[in-house]
């Protein structure tokens, strides 16, 4: 995982320079936004070449959030793409990697939504790894201010009382052995480090939810690691072919090593 | 409805008739005093802006003002901004000689306590929620950095953290006028704190209470909802809104925020229930409301994202 080893070092100098400068780049021309995508795509892919192709990949936001600290994303992939893996990357956000998603065998990678923070006006990338071991993106430009920096009144002892507890919800699939679909919300503060304790009045250590993992009768549907660009409670809707009636198992590790477990029954579903 | 309707109009008069003034006035050193509303004896009230904070409103959109007793005077809310501080100070000089002792916080947004800093040559005491210094140190410099792109960093100024601060409830005395403060747990935002002036029967609800602009939400909507069911038993036949007209009747003024909020809840809870995605809950939920409130397209979205994390752990 070349990517974790070297992101916290390339998070840390680009937060100490956003931070310092919370606005100096709402305005900024497209050529220097080609050129921040350029430097950071390079960083988080090792320098692999990365096509733009919004035939086989889309990402649907909203041009101006509404809520920074929770834009809701959308992600669809041709059907017929042959997709290993999928990065969504906030070019300007202090640690730009929102999540990486790695596809098992029981995935139906052809549509994903989750929920990030979006600290300043920038692009989000999505970025597909093929089979073949190409590299695929697509963007938006979003407006948003403040999604990591201006918390709002969230109530820290409440958030960390409901630590690591999950909900799923699942569709019924089209007709049987077709893909179903889940949300799935974990409750999570996912503290990004710029947050400060009302009583202590010191800034809570960054704590956010590391790896998720969903699973059914052992075989993967798919592995996220997160970062601190994913929202307070992290949601995921995904599809995936179900093997047989086995529940669905997730598992979650957070940052302070913290490692929550819960299954889902997908059996008593109508089909 | 008529109502509500009627409140709309005069929160977007209001923003006119301010516009025009603020424009007129001078940003040099001898700020100007704000005409004041007198809400009820002794309780004054510069009516906010009707609008987001601009250069020409210098962030004087929320409702500020003070309370004059016998012996000394309370600022509540200080302003949206150095300048407009400044001007409340000299509005307050050009009333009393009286001392200005307490500048009161109803809670940490910009538009209410950037404005600090222009009383520090009085000494006053800077009261707040208990949670309100570490809510400032969180927000301040972003806050600050927003602010001074629209309006000049020497205009901007800082908020000043309160020393005095209130856990659950605090009386302090003007002087033969007794102010009764109560702070709440998450509501509008996490700062939250009303202040009862027992001398008049006025309760100043800061941004618990919106008339006319739609509210916002930065805390907890059911928080929210039982604060207002605290608020409507208190011994008041009246409250000053932090956005609106300078006076409502209370409780009936709370009336469309309550309508509001509780058609958010309703809202939000049948589209969970429903499996609608966040996206399009936040696009459809509260739209009732649409007609009956001033800026509704440019806080609803946030208020339905902010109520959907809440109600979606139920």
Redesign the interface.
Known sequence: MGMSRHLPAYAVITAAVLLALPHARAEESEAARAARWHDVAAAIFNGKPITENNAVLQLDAPPRAMDSALVPISITIRPDAKVVALTVVIDDNPAPVAAKFQFGPLADPHALKTRVRVDQYTLIHAVAELQDGSLVSTSRFIKAAGGCSAPGGTDQTEALARIGRMKMRLTSPAAPGEPMTADLLISHPNFNGMQMNPVTRLYTPARYVQNVSVTEGGRTIFMMQGDISLSEDPAITFDFRPAGTAPLDVQVNDSAKASFHQSFSISSRPS | MGKSFNAVISCLGAALACGAFLCAAPAGANPMPFDMAQAAPGDFVRVGACDEATAANLDGIANIGFIVGHDGVAVIDPGGSLADGNRLRATIQADTTLPIRYVIMTHAHPDHVFGGAAFLPDHPVYVGH??L???L???A???H??LA?LLGAARTGMPVAPTLLVHDTLALDLGGRILRLRAF??AH???DLAVLDTGSGTLWAGDLLFVGRVPAL???VTGWLRALAVLGAMPASRAIPGHGPAIVPWPAGAADEKRYLEALVKDIRADLAA?E???KI?ATAGTSERQLWALFDSYN??N???AT?EL??E
């Open positions: 208990w949670r210094p570490a809510a140190a969180n927000r410099t972003y806050d950095a927003r792109g747990p998450p935002t996490d700062t930065d805390g907890s499996g995605p966040i996206d936040a979205g946030h339905v994202i902010v994390k979606q752990w």
